[in-house]
C-alpha cells in the first residue's frame, strides 16, 4: 500500500507559477513509477507528466499540453515528487493527482494509487 498526499495548489494569475508536491508513505517510495494527472470540471482525468522510479537519468514524459512549461521531479530521500508548473494559463485549471504505478505510463488505469488531489485554478 502507498498513500499519496498533494499540496501546494492555490488560486492564481495567468503566467504564474506554482509548484505542487506529493509525498508518499508506504511501501519503498523508489520502487514506483510517480506521474501527475489532472480532472477539469466535466472533463476526464489526464495525463500531464510521468517519472519512471529512479537512477540518475529517469524516464520523463509530458502531456503536449504542457511540455516546456512544467516539470517533474522526485527526491527519493523525501518521498516526495514535484510539479513544477510556469507559465500557467486559465486552461491548466483542474484538480491535480498525483498517482503511484509500477510503469510510467499514461494512462489512468496504469496507476495503482492516487493521492486526493489538489485543487489549481489560474484567472485570466
Known amino acids: 500500500q502507498v498513500q499519496l498526499v498533494e499540496s501546494g495548489g492555490g488560486l492564481v494569475q495567468a503566467g504564474d507559477s506554482v509548484r505542487l508536491s506529493c509525498a508518499a508513505s508506504?511501501?519503498?517510495?523508489?520502487?514506483?513509477?510517480m506521474s501527475w494527472f489532472r480532472q477539469a470540471p466535466g472533463k476526464e482525468r489526464e495525463f500531464v507528466a510521468t517519472?519512471?522510479?529512479?537512477?540518475?537519468?529517469?524516464?520523463?514524459n509530458y502531456a503536449d499540453s504542457v511540455q516546456g512549461r512544467f516539470t517533474i521531479s522526485r527526491d527519493n530521500a523525501k518521498n516526495t515528487v514535484y510539479l513544477n508548473m510556469n507559465s500557467l494559463k486559465p486552461e491548466d485549471t483542474a484538480v491535480y493527482y498525483c498517482?503511484?504505478?509500477?510503469?510510467?505510463?499514461?494512462?489512468?488505469?496504469?496507476?495503482?494509487?492516487w493521492g486526493q488531489g489538489t485543487q489549481v485554478t489560474v484567472s485570466s
Open positions: 498517482a503511484a504505478g509500477m510503469r510510467p505510463r499514461t494512462g489512468v488505469g496504469d496507476y495503482t494509487y
Open positions: 508506504g511501501r519503498p517510495f523508489s520502487t514506483y513509477a
Open positions: 517519472i519512471s522510479r529512479s537512477g540518475s537519468m529517469p524516464y520523463i
